[in-house]
């Protein structure tokens, strides 16, 4: 087939129709949402104490890092799944979450007692936390990736990559709401462990689901 | 490219989603010479086809439309699909030199000809179930249109535009899984 034969029928289906990328990413978020809100509510739900736990600045920070974190993602994976967008500031940005941590994690080390630092750090409910994160974060990772094939990631490895630390930081922003665990040494550790395994999933699934 | 040629390109393209079929035929020929004259100049020792290249490059065009923003310069677009598909036609070749060697002889022996039957997208369109593929080949190779495509085959129009769209779909998935035959 000539170049000129295969662009008629490309010209033939100029009609038909798919929804902006830009557009299908919001709905996507949303579905999500749901997703890991269904799941969160229907295995561990929110701690009982939430209303007073919502007063102390340690338990809030945990939401901080975590919205944080999903939302630098999300400007990083609509950048990654559109050819020839720029992605400088959208990979800098993704560095915020990190950085507040690290930041509440010496403070945490200039506050409390250096006998506590390993209780702390252990907390009391860790593999719950290393199960229900990734638990949680599957669902909206199936879908992230299923968008990244709907896009056209030139990097996909890296976006696969994203979509699980954003599908981490989704989960864990609800497992948050759970977690009696609120030491910035506990987060720190913890819930970087269980994201992290989801942005492995996520790169493994860039490198052999993402194709186009 | 000049500024000039990008705004061109752009206000073509968005016509083109708004389903101008001249405008998209416009844009299809001049990105086409485009691609071929930026593959060209990449692909320096040959074993890859120019040619190959740019077909998959325009499909993906075609089935990967909807993540351009209309906001946004279309050429750096444009030329982030065919550096990917260029890259990804490389990394075809260097595994096939890995698993097979005649291949390869043979393709040494032969002199390089304009053998059309030979392209990716002839053994692609080969693997397609038969009504898309002879919906496909009326309106490409044949030239048809859809009103004639539907007389030849006595079936509706819309049957025809669903038949071409899903046949287009099912190529461009093959080239971007690197299946190029029949299964």
């Known amino acids: 087939m000539k170049t000129d034969d295969l662009i008629k029928a490309l010209d033939a289906d100029a009609r038909s129709k798919a929804m902006p990328l830009r557009s299908a990413w919001w709905l996507a ?9 269904v799941v969160f509510m229907m295995t561990i739900g929110p701690r009982p104490d939430f209303m007073a736990a919502a007063h102390t600045i340690r338990f809030l920070s945990k939401f901080v890092f975590t919205i944080v974190l999903a939302i630098s993602a999300f400007a990083l994976i609509r950048a990654l799944s559109t050819p020839g967008a720029t992605t400088g500031r959208a990979m800098v940005a993704m560095i915020i979450a990190p950085l507040l941590v690290a930041v509440a994690v010496v403070l945490e080390l200039f506050m409390v007692p250096q006998a506590l630092w390993s209780t702390r750090m252990i907390g009391s409910n860790m593999m719950i936390c290393m ?44 497992y948050a709401a759970h977690c009696f665990d609120d030491s910035p040494l506990f987060v720190a550790t913890w819930y970087t462990i269980a994201i992290a395994a989801l942005a ?9 689901f993402v194709r186009w | 490219m000049s500024g000039k040629d990008e705004a061109e390109l752009s206000r073509l393209m968005r016509a083109a ?55 946004a310069p279309v050429l750096p677009w444009v030329y982030a699909i065919a550096r990917f598909k260029l890259i990804d036609a490389f990394r075809r070749r260097g595994r096939r030199i890995e698993i097979d060697v005649d291949d390869i002889a043979e393709t040494f022996a032969e002199p390089e ?65 690197g299946r190029f035959g029949r299964e």
């Open chain 1, 29 to 37: 978020a949303g579905v999500a949402v749901v997703v890991a809100a």
């Open chain 1, 131 to 174: 199960s229900f994160i990734p638990l949680i974060g599957i669902g909206p990772l199936a879908i992230f990736l299923w968008m990244l094939r709907y896009g056209a990631p030139t990097r996909p490895v890296l976006a696969g990559a994203v979509a699980g630390l954003l599908a981490g930081g989704l989960a864990a922003t609800f």
């Open chain 1, 200 to 208: 492995l999933l996520g790169a493994l699934g860039g490198r052999f």
């Open chain 2, 17 to 71: 989603i708004a389903g101008d079929e001249k405008a998209y035929a416009d844009f299809l020929h001049r990105i086409a010479a485009l691609i071929r004259g930026f593959v060209r100049r990449k692909i320096v020792h040959g074993g890859v086809d120019p040619e190959d290249v740019v077909q998959e490059t325009l499909l993906a065009i075609h089935v990967k439309r909807h993540t351009w923003r209309q906001d």
């Open chain 2, 113 to 177: 000809t304009d053998t059309v039957s030979e392209r990716d997208i002839n053994r692609a369109l080969d693997g397609l179930p038969p009504a898309q593929r002879s919906v496909v080949s009326a309106v490409s190779v044949e030239g048809r249109s859809i009103g004639e495509t539907a007389a030849k085959f006595g079936i509706s129009e819309t049957a025809v535009r669903v038949s071409l769209h899903r046949g287009l779909t099912a190529i461009a998935k093959r080239f971007g899984q």
